[in-house]
């Protein structure tokens, strides 16, 4: 990569940052895997950049790399973690106000199946449009909506299991 290219995808990388970790975040409910994903896309969009950057739409090409990476983790042998007596704190990156809440949207997102999930982080976390959101994931815009509608209706069911207003 010549001088020139590097300072692009440098500029690029930086600007895409941090909305790149909120996407993986969403995707995968834990923030170090989001960065992980990330840095993932990143690092593989350097390695063939000429070719990202004459995509019709580059984020859609690193979005697209970060849904394929996080489907291929499941694929490999899980390294085992070890947990801690309580989470590193990270100030200032709370995306949901209550943490209640955010615990409650985070099960419930990581109860949709894959496909869905990430309809439903790209169209309504990202706030992508519906083509944008096909586009991302190489489907048509006609199954960006029938996975939403799917989604959101499986999102509504499980809500309102957990607060109790449905009998189990």
Do not use: H
């Not at 001088?3 to 692009?8: P, Q, V």
């Not at 993986?24 to 390695?47: H, N, P, S």
């Not at 063939?48 to 019709?56: E, G, H, K, L």
């Not at 106000?97 to 419930?108: H, Q």
């Amino acid at each position: 990569m010549d001088g020139m290219a590097a300072d692009e995808f440098t500029e690029f990388m930086l600007s895409r940052w941090a909305g790149l970790v909120r996407f993986g975040y969403g995707l995968t409910g834990d923030q170090g895997l989001a960065e992980d994903l990330a840095q993932t896309a990143l690092t593989r969009a350097c390695a063939s950049w000429t070719r990202v950057r004459r995509a019709s739409d580059p984020d859609a090409y690193v979005r697209r790399i970060m849904i394929n990476s996080n489907r291929s983790r499941f694929r490999g042998r899980r390294v085992s973690e070890q947990l801690t007596e309580s989470p590193p704190d990270y100030p200032g990156r709370e995306l949901v106000e209550a943490p209640d809440e955010r615990t409650e949207l985070m099960a419930a997102l990581m109860s949709l199946p894959a496909g869905q999930r990430a309809v439903v982080v790209l169209r309504y976390w990202m706030d992508l449009s519906e083509a944008d959101t096909a586009a991302a994931l190489g489907c048509s815009t006609g199954n960006v909506k029938s996975q939403a509608a799917r989604a959101l209706a499986k999102l509504r069911v499980s809500g309102e299991l957990m607060n109790g207003r449905l009998p189990c």
